[in-house]
């Protein structure tokens, strides 16, 4: 038994533990099934793959920045989504001033 990631469109999606035989039968449904319990760092879900090495995803955006975006996607969001239970979830999030 090893461990392999499953990758598709340069991320890795899933890993696994299985034996040979079953990786390779399931290599057609993915970019890639690569072998990865005998690397140094082991990659994860989210990292991304260019065929010959593995990258850890970005850092995200620190909370202020994320919250500044949100706030701008709800001031643009139109007035049908705006209904009173939204409002007040927006309020709760912190997306909307009382």
Do not use: H, T
Not at 5 to 19: E, F, H, Q, T
Not at 37 to 61: E, I, Q, S
Not at 84 to 91: C, R
Request: hydrophobic share 55%.
């Amino acid at each position: 038994m090893a461990e392999y990631a499953l990758v598709r469109g340069g991320r890795v999606v899933n890993v696994i533990v299985a034996d040979a035989a079953f990786a390779a039968s399931i290599g057609a449904e993915f970019d890639g099934v690569v072998r990865v319990d005998v690397l140094p760092v082991r990659p994860g879900p989210g990292w991304g793959y260019d065929g010959a090495a593995f990258a850890p995803p970005a850092a995200p955006a620190p909370v202020a920045d994320r919250l500044a975006a949100a706030r701008a996607k709800w001031a643009a969001a139109p007035a049908l989504v705006k209904n009173e239970a939204m409002q007040a979830l927006a309020i709760a999030l912190g997306l909307q001033d009382q």
